[in-house]
């Protein structure tokens, strides 16, 4: 069973940056898709970033030029590096990751973290 560890929230001014974490338990190699969703209150979940296997990644437009995945595959861990912070990026942001084997997709999610940006 693989688990996926968040880390990196917290309080932070609008304007300012934050860092989240997201170590897997096994192989980020193994996944198809790895990356952050956030859902703040009364909203529904959304994409945030992502990594697909073929390489590519994926922003939210809301985000675009202020957020920046990576990943540390000997470490087993992408990253969500968030600059410019506004009080609309206010959200629980939780990782994310997605495996198939034998064509059965199988998702994955972390316990999340709280990002509150203040005015």
């Known amino acids: 069973q693989v688990q996926l560890l968040e880390s990196g929230g917290g309080l932070v001014q609008a304007g300012g940056s934050l860092r989240l974490s997201c170590a897997a338990s096994?192989?980020?190699?193994?996944?198809?898709?790895m990356g952050w969703y956030r859902q703040a209150p009364g909203k529904q979940r959304e994409l945030v970033a992502a990594?697909?296997?073929?390489?590519?990644?994926n922003y939210a437009d809301s985000v675009k030029g202020r957020f920046t995945i990576s990943r540390d595959n000997a470490k087993n861990t992408v990253y969500l590096q968030m600059n410019s912070l506004k009080p609309e990026d206010t959200a629980v942001y939780s990782c994310n990751a997605i495996e198939v084997r034998l064509g059965v997709p199988k998702t994955y999610w972390g316990q999340g973290t709280q990002v509150t940006v203040s005015s």
């Open positions: 096994g192989s980020i190699f193994s996944f198809n898709a």
């Open positions: 990594f697909t296997r073929g390489g590519s990644i």
